[in-house]
């Protein structure tokens, strides 16, 4: 197998799928790197070519995963450091304000997401939420691919629009 041309063949799509995942461009470069690195030295032990993809996917998710345990661990560490130095902390809590805006967040989301067609919900849900790849998406819904990339196409597009309906709503009395 050729490492090279598996890494430029794949890399792409997966670091699409990182910086989903990770939040931000610079983790999801970071967190690919890694990936890269810990399947070029495990490359003998892929048996099949064309289980790359979701073998490096898979290699970069535990990346990231590694990545976001130390940054949750990273506040810990600095208040260690801040008693050390005979300062108090400041509760980093999320203001009431700032969890009911994500509670109603969410659940705009969900109705954005229920209110979509059931073929177009289920491939979003595999392709958005539990980021499966095209080909995959496409087998367990028994499309083929071109059927699915279109699917995957309107069904993200009939989302923003339904995004974009429930924002222009003017805000009920009582809320902010």
Same mark, same amino acid.
């Given at each position: 197998?050729?490492? !090279?041309?598996?890494?430029?063949?794949?890399?792409?799509? *997966?670091?699409?799928?990182? *910086?989903?995942? /990770?939040?931000? =461009?610079?983790?999801?470069?970071?967190?690919?790197? !890694?990936?890269?690195?810990? +399947?070029?030295?495990?490359?003998?032990?892929?048996?099949?070519?064309?289980?790359?993809?979701?073998?490096?996917? =898979?290699? +970069?998710? =535990?990346? /990231?995963?590694?990545?976001?345990? %130390? !940054?949750?661990?990273?506040?810990?560490?600095?208040?260690? +450091?801040?008693?050390?130095?005979?300062?108090?902390? *400041?509760?980093?809590?999320?203001?009431?304000?700032?969890?009911?805006?994500?509670? !109603?967040?969410?659940?705009?989301?969900?109705?954005?997401?229920?209110?979509?067609?059931?073929?177009?919900?289920?491939?979003?849900?595999?392709?958005?939420?539990?980021?499966?790849?095209?080909?995959?998406?496409?087998?367990?819904?028994?499309?083929?691919?071109?059927?699915? %990339?279109?699917?995957?196409?309107?069904?993200?597009?009939?989302?923003?629009? =339904?995004?974009?309906?429930?924002? +222009?709503?003017? *805000?009920?009395?009582?809320? %902010?």
């Amino acid at each position: 197998m050729d490492f !090279e041309q598996l890494s430029n063949q794949h890399k792409d799509a *997966v670091y699409r799928q990182m *910086v989903r995942l /990770c939040g931000n =461009r610079e983790d999801a470069e970071d967190v690919l790197m !890694e990936a890269l690195l810990k +399947a070029y030295r495990g490359l003998a032990g892929l048996s099949a070519p064309e289980a790359f993809r979701t073998w490096l996917g =898979r290699i +970069a998710n =535990r990346v /990231c995963w590694q990545l976001r345990q %130390k !940054e949750a661990m990273l506040p810990l560490l600095q208040l260690s +450091a801040m008693e050390e130095d005979g300062q108090q902390a *400041v509760d980093a809590a999320p203001s009431a304000e700032d969890k009911a805006s994500t509670a !109603e967040m969410k659940l705009i989301f969900k109705a954005a997401l229920d209110s979509l067609p059931a073929d177009y919900r289920a491939i979003y849900e595999l392709r958005a939420i539990e980021e499966l790849s095209g080909e995959e998406t496409a087998l367990r819904l028994g499309l083929s691919i071109p059927a699915m %990339k279109s699917r995957w196409l309107r069904a993200r597009k009939l989302f923003r629009e =339904r995004l974009d309906q429930a924002f +222009a709503q003017p *805000v009920a009395p009582g809320r %902010k």
